[in-house]
């Protein structure tokens, strides 16, 4: 199975506060770790990680990080090729974790922002699903064009525009992942569509998928991570493991229900490693599903 992903690509500093962060006070920190992440190579590692036969990731990067990015990319087994090394500061993401693990981010685009059409391949159609994530409008629209009726798109663009504005634009099966704030704006908007399957990622709550024209949804609970007795060491990427981890699974199963709850296991072993991209490797998560799966409740209702 093979998998195209689009989006942006940082270097993350993950540093621990002791508390949630309140305007105008300082706070002392300490950096708990740093590695490379953003919302593209982290759903691309996520999908690698899950089995995907090929990732291939579109995205940007500055000639300061440029070859440890790769080099590091393409050691998880993520097919570099469409990574454009381009002049200027790499992107870069400083995430602040208090003490219930609870992440606030402050994101320096760098040369995420200049990923323009020019950079989009013409090899779109050769994979079996697209993952269409925080690239500008234009990049995204451009890709989800070139889709055919064959491949299933995912769209997962975060606050950098409304992907109900490229429903129509699929030709095959259709996915919006989006989180319980993106969800309620987007929902609210002119162009929201009910063409696509809309998942919308709610943390704690779980996740819940809406399939308008069947009108039902299918609900997933978390997976209760501290009561399993696991610490939670940060919640930063864990939305982009489920998405990564769900495109895999679902274009090997085409089982909504089994990607849905894969992905929320993978994204609840994500909250307990600091690092943004770290998502379960497939073993790692086979077993978890095995022994983890009774702790998830799944549960379907009319819409």
Request: include cysteine; aromatic fraction near 6%.
């Amino acid at each position: 199975m093979r998998l195209y992903v689009a989006g942006r690509l940082n270097y993350d500093t993950i540093v621990q506060v002791d508390r949630l962060l309140e305007r105008g006070r300082k706070y002392v920190g300490r950096v708990l770790t740093e590695g490379f992440g953003g919302t593209g190579a982290n759903i691309a590692l996520a999908a690698a990680r899950a089995g995907a036969r090929e990732v291939r990731l579109l995205a940007a990067v500055g000639e300061d990080l440029a070859e440890r990015a790769i080099a590091f990319l393409r050691s998880e087994g993520v097919d570099t090729r469409h990574v454009a090394v381009l002049k200027g500061a790499s992107g870069r993401a400083i995430i602040l974790v208090d003490s219930s693990g609870e992440s606030t981010i402050v994101t320096l685009p760098g040369v995420n922002n200049m990923l323009s059409l020019e950079h989009v391949p013409r090899d779109v159609g050769e994979v079996d699903g697209v993952v269409v994530a925080n690239v500008p409008l234009n990049v995204a629209k451009s890709i989800v064009v070139q889709t055919t009726s064959s491949q299933a798109v995912f769209m997962d663009p975060g606050a950098s525009w409304n992907p109900f504005e490229l429903a129509e634009e699929v030709q095959g099966e259709c996915f919006v992942l989006p989180n319980k704030r993106e969800f309620d704006h987007h929902a609210n908007s002119a162009s929201f569509s009910r063409r696509c399957i809309t998942i919308v990622k709610m943390g704690p709550q779980g996740a819940i998928a809406h399939i308008y024209r069947k009108r039902k949804a299918i609900a997933v609970s978390s997976l209760p991570v501290e009561k399993l007795g696991m610490r939670i060491a940060s919640t930063s990427g864990c939305g982009d493991v489920f998405t990564g981890v769900f495109s895999v699974i679902y274009l090997e199963s085409r089982s909504l229900e089994k990607a849905l709850l894969y992905a929320t296991i993978a994204a609840g072993l994500k909250t307990a490693k600091p690092l943004s991209f770290d998502s379960p490797r497939r073993v790692e998560l086979e077993e978890a599903v095995e022994e983890l799966s009774k702790h998830v409740s799944i549960y379907e209702s009319s819409l």
